[in-house]
């Protein structure tokens, strides 16, 4: 009977869509002399899904964009503009945005995603569509090594490289029993098994006593704890973050977890996750980060004053990865003196670039950047978690060797 | 020894929050009979408004609890709100249609707080006089958690002298037993309910400010915290208050114990236990047969066969949307090609909801299960694209008819529960089966055959699968096993007293459902090039479920309209704003009080209107 309303609300909505006006770009790019036009990027992130990490990270690449405008543009003085998209956290919500933006909005490139598997797919929706895409900041390995592929670069440390960087510093200490806990996903388990295996390559009287596996977001904190302690190991590997993070510093104190424990944590010392934990920071914890207020490099320091002069507050994590990928988009541009994708690819590949940690390049081996991260330890100054002791870990120190690389990527 | 008492004392501190949440949620259910998806908003409501008080009070001991106080009675009042100004329009429509409405309050509490509060985690203080451990058998054990441990009881003790000394209590108790009789007797039935929704709300903001000195109040905790509160609650029997609190023991203890000894499946740990208890006792530990649990339709108008006209309409209206790749962008076409997809898995849903009666918070299994389906014999056997696409609906049917056989030997909300409980076997399944399933980065490079690789292509296969088997779904309705599948849903009794085996009806609608979802599963998949877990998790069923009821219930079309237009106001909103969740919410919530009956439903009735007949026109409508 009503197959009629059914034809009539698709077409109605058919229609809506065919008449829907072109959406106003969110960043409106300045009138430069357009020599056909300016450059537009499409950008993905999980704006609602994960506010807390995506927020800074759009600000950052807001001061990249004007910053590359003001200063005249790109090449043929064409602007660079970006229509940014929310995929609330969904592959699939990611993709469809990704499919708009390419179809309705002539995009030369991609840009964006922050978890893992809205970027794996993606990447796959760019190497199907040959276009170039920029993956800002998921973690996961296989981006760039198992499931890589010709157009997907990537410019975060990967989950290997911060997991060695911590192995390092990890094998330094005295413990041999080693406990492990990590949220139950591919980033969690990954990060573990690489700690395991290049902890146990350096030190191979280390041995790992006790697992846990908490549902992210879900982790029963007071049992998860005394789970720990009961194998009495000498140090833990913590892999867990943000709200979850919270409970198992809360439980972990009042149960006597920490005393007399090394800890060493993954992502702790970024200001996303170490912030919201006040003055209640574990102190004394190893891990990667990014002290933002610390860092006293000329390159750090005018971007870092930049930001503040714009946003009113420091750079977290994200900001530096938001301004880093566009910066890194403006160079490959530039350096391919147009938005043909073949060139632009071939452009990132080996792209070296100045970032706010120092110079950095896009490797031609795996396209992976080798920006790096901060390696220090956690201590509370004036009611305030911040990094000490730290130490800027260069991306390009902890990457597996290229052979063992080049067997986990697939042949182009 | 000792470790294990401790960690049993973990276990009752985890216990106590939960039954406060589903302490209230329970007893919303239990006069009401409204499924209460807000009540996780509550909670996490009750989490920020504690912070923002204690924040500012909680360093002396009366200012903490003030603040904790204070935070529980906002929220119950904001539920009163609730229920006055929303839910009260509602009790004459099919009661499923208050679950809709607080899906809507879901979405714009989540944007209201993340505007209100911002998006970082906060972390509370922790109570005053309760910030450090005493030791227990050698183990240091948090003060605060023993408090939890002992308020728990507590609160059972007080909500129980409260249902059995107090003249409230027994009219609450008499509504929970038999609604109508209770208003039969003078019993203003609206300032009941709205009494109870406040007291449901206020223990679940309880829970949630309890939690500020535990963890980082964040956004998540609202659906985080939903679902478990279900689940103790059906564990425990609907409407009842000492299940609740068993229940909530329970779990906590397996969760304590369960991650000793499985650390790898906590994910899946409470919804097997759920399912265990569900199949061996149809209601729930405490709960009692009489209490009539929510039909997906009370008995209303028949639905009426087409007459010729209509299929001319339809043909015509057919070959429009055929032909709007003619005129149509890539853009438009691939929103246009879910639209039809997610029509079919709203339809689907339909089959079961409107038709069977049975309501499904597990759809989302079925159609991630056509999806993998497809997606695996691509990827493994290096299939073609077209014989994928056969074989979703068989791998998906096949699911759906093992857990069929146990799902409809239940009903209603215990039904309901069942079917997530089989829904989140199914989907930490894949995303633990690294091996096979690629786990949460899921499978890539799904794509279409090379010759309908094109979006117009594609789109047309999408159009002729998904419109043929509509069209089939159609022909069920009207055959004899509609009939039947009707019957059943109108009277189980009578419909067993005529001859007609209700439960295998129903198990056969079961998996022919989740066949039809399969299919739009396997076609999803191929539209978007890969598949991930999120396709069978908890939201992907919702939304369907959100789909058909928006659409409306008593018609056929209604579930395509209805995904149709959640779809549509989903995407354009997402595209337009970062608040798209308080936009959706907010037409949600105005669709719902302007159409009670769903929005075909609403021009259904207006068509009637029209035409002066009251259904029952000699010419039979569209």
Redesign the interface.
């Known amino acids: ?14 229609a ?3 008449a ?1 006006a072109p ?1 106003p770009a969110l960043v409106a790019a300045p009138a430069l002399a357009a020599d056909g036009g300016p450059v537009r990027v499409g950008e993905i992130n999980s ?2 899904g994960l ?2 990490f995506t ?1 800074p990270y759009r600000q950052g690449w807001q001061l990249a964009v004007e910053e590359i405008n003001a200063a005249g543009g790109l090449p043929g003085g064409r602007a660079l503009e970006v229509i940014s ?2 995929d ?1 956290g ?4 990611a ?3 990704a ?2 933006l ?3 909005e002539r995009v030369d490139l991609l840009a964006g995603t922050y978890f ?2 809205v970027g ?2 993606v ?3 760019a190497a ?1 569509n040959r276009i170039p895409f920029v993956a800002a900041e998921p973690l ?1 390995d ?1 981006i760039t090594w198992q ?1 890589g592929n010709p157009y997907t670069f990537r410019l975060r440390p990967s989950t290997y490289m911060q997991a060695a960087m911590l192995a390092e510093e990890a094998a330094k200490l005295p413990a041999t029993r080693w406990a492990t806990v990590a949220p ?3 980033y969690g ?1 990954s990060a573990v098994k690489w700690f395991r295996a290049l902890l146990k390559e350096r030190r191979p009287d280390v041995e790992f006593v006790a ?5 992210q ?2 982790l ?5 704890v ?2 720990l ?2 194998a009495s190991p000498e140090a833990i590997f913590n892999v867990t973050f ?2 979850d993070l ?2 198992f510093v ?2 972990g104190e ?3 977890l920490f005393r007399n424990r090394a800890v060493v944590s993954l992502l702790t010392g970024e200001p ?1 996750y170490l ?4 003055d ?1 920071a574990p102190e004394g914890w190893i891990v990667t980060g990014y002290p933002a207020e610390q860092i006293d490099t000329p390159e750090h320091r005018a971007f870092a004053d930049a930001y503040r002069k714009r946003f009113g507050e420091w750079p977290k994590q994200g900001s530096v990865v938001g301004y880093t990928t566009f910066k890194a988009i403006a160079a490959a541009i530039t350096k391919a003196g147009g938005t043909d994708p073949e060139a632009v690819t071939a452009a990132l590949k080996g792209l070296e670039l100045p970032s706010p940690f120092g110079p950095i390049v896009f490797r031609a081996l795996d396209h992976q950047a080798t920006m790096g991260a901060y390696v220090g330890r956690t201590a509370v100054r004036g009611g305030k978690p911040m990094m000490v002791d730290w130490r800027y870990a260069p991306g390009e120190a902890y990457l597996p060797p290229d052979d063992a690389v080049r067997a986990m990527r697939p042949v182009e | 020894m000792d ?1 294990y008492f ?2 049993f004392l ?2 009752l ?2 216990a106590a929050t939960l039954f406060l949440v589903s302490s209230g949620l329970t007893v919303i259910f239990g006069v009401t009979r409204i499924v209460n998806f807000a009540h996780g908003s509550f909670y996490m409501l009750g989490a920020y408004v504690a912070w923002s008080l204690v924040e500012r009070w909680g360093d002396t001991p009366p200012g903490f609890w003030g603040g904790v106080l204070l935070a529980a009675v906002t929220v119950g009042v904001l539920g009163a709100v609730m229920e006055v100004v929303l839910l009260r329009r509602l009790y004459r429509s099919p009661e499923l249609f208050q679950l809709l409405a607080t899906f809507g309050v879901v979405l714009i509490v989540q944007d209201a707080a ?1 505007w209100l509060w911002g ?5 509370g203080r ?1 109570a005053p006089l309760l910030r ?2 005493v030791e227990v058998l050698g ?4 003060l ?2 023993l408090m939890l441990i002992v308020l728990g009881p507590l609160v059972l003790v007080a909500l129980l002298l409260l249902f059995h000394r107090t003249r409230w209590g027994t009219l609450v108790r008499a509504a929970t037993r038999d609604r109508e009789m209770t208003a039969a007797l003078g019993v203003d039935q609206a300032k009941l309910f709205t009494s109870v929704l406040f007291l449901g709300s206020a223990l679940a903001g309880l829970g949630g400010a309890l939690q500020v000195p ?3 109040v ?4 609202d659906m ?1 915290m939903v679902v478990e509160a279900f689940v103790v609650v059906v564990v425990g029997g609907m409407g009842s208050l000492p299940g609740a609190f068993v229940a909530s023991l329970l779990i906590g203890q397996l ?3 369960g ?2 000894v499985f ?2 499946i ?2 899946v740990l409470v919804f097997l236990f759920m399912a265990v208890v569900l199949v061996l006792r149809p209601y729930g530990l405490f709960g009692r047969p009489e209490e009539g649990p929510p039909a997906g339709e009370a008995p209303g108008p028949p ?4 007459g010729p006209r ?2 001319t ?2 043909l015509v ?2 070959a ?2 055929a032909a ?1 790749p003619l ?6 076409l ?3 090609t ?3 997809i997610l ?1 079919l898995l709203a339809s689907s849903l339909h089959l079961l909801t409107g038709l069977g009666g049975l309501v499904s918070f597990g759809h989302a299994a079925w159609f991630g299960l056509g999806a993998y389906g497809a997606a695996l014999l691509v990827r493994d056997a290096g299939a073609p694209m077209l014989p994928a696409l056969a074989a979703a609906p068989l791998v998906a049917g096949l699911g759906a008819l093992v857990a069929g056989w146990f799902c409809v030997r239940r009903s209603g909300l215990y039904f309901a529960m069942l079917t997530l409980a089989f829904a989140q076997i199914v989907w930490s399944v894949t ?2 089966w ?1 091996a096979v399933t690629g ?4 499978i ?2 799904v ?1 279409p055959a090379d010759w309908a690789s094109s ?1 117009a292509v594609y789109y047309e296969l999408t159009l002729l699968l998904a419109g043929g088997t ?1 069209w089939l779904l ?1 022909r069920a309705a009207f055959a004899p096993f509609g009939y039947a599948l009707r019957a059943g849903r109108d009277s189980a009794l009578r419909a067993e007293a005529v001859g007609i085996d209700v439960r295998h009806r129903q198990w056969m609608a079961f998996t022919l459902a989740g066949a039809c979802a399969g299919l739009a599963g396997g076609l ?1 998949a191929f539209a ?3 598949v ?1 877990p ?2 069978m998790a908890v939201p992907v069923s919702v939304d369907a479920l959100v789909m058909v009821l928006l659409g409306g219930l008593r ?4 579930p ?2 209805g995904a ?2 959640f779809h ?1 106001l989903e ?2 909103a ?3 704003t ?1 608040y ?2 308080l936009v959706l919410g907010l037409v949600i919530v105005v669709l719902v009080l302007a159409f009670p009956q769903g ?2 439903g609403f ?2 009735s207006l068509w009637d209107r029209r035409r002066g007949g009251n259904g029952s026109a000699a010419e ?3």
Do not use: C
Request: net charge neutral.
């Open positions: 009977m009503n197959r009629r309303h059914t034809l009539r609300f698709l077409g109605m909505a058919a809506a869509w065919l829907g959406v704006y609602t506010p807390a927020l998209r929310d609330a969904k592959p699939d919500d993709v469809r945005a499919g708009e390419l179809a309705n893992s598997h794996l797919a990447a796959d929706f199907r996961t296989a499931k139950n996903y591919e388990q697992e846990q596996w908490p549902a977001g879900k029963e904190a007071g049992p998860t005394q789970a302690a009961a943000g709200a919270a409970k809360r439980e009042q149960r006597g996303e912030e919201p934990l006040r209640e | 470790f401790v960690q973990s276990g501190a985890t993340s998006p970082e985690d906060l972390l922790r450090g451990s183990q240091p054990f948090p605060y958690d535990r963890e980082a964040n956004l998540h905790m985080a969760q304590a114990f991650i000793l650390p790898q906590t994910l639905l009426r066969p087409d209509a299929a309409v339809s209206l057919l429009a949307l709007v005129v149509a962008g890539d853009y438009a691939i929103v246009l879910e639209v039809v029509a995303f633990q690294y786990g949460d980065n899921g890539l490079g794509w979006k509509l159609r999803y978007h090039g890969s991930f999120t396709l018609t056929l079309a209604g395509a309209a149709a237009l549509g995407t354009e997402m595209r337009l970062d798209w969740r929005v075909v021009a259904r039979p409508v569209a």
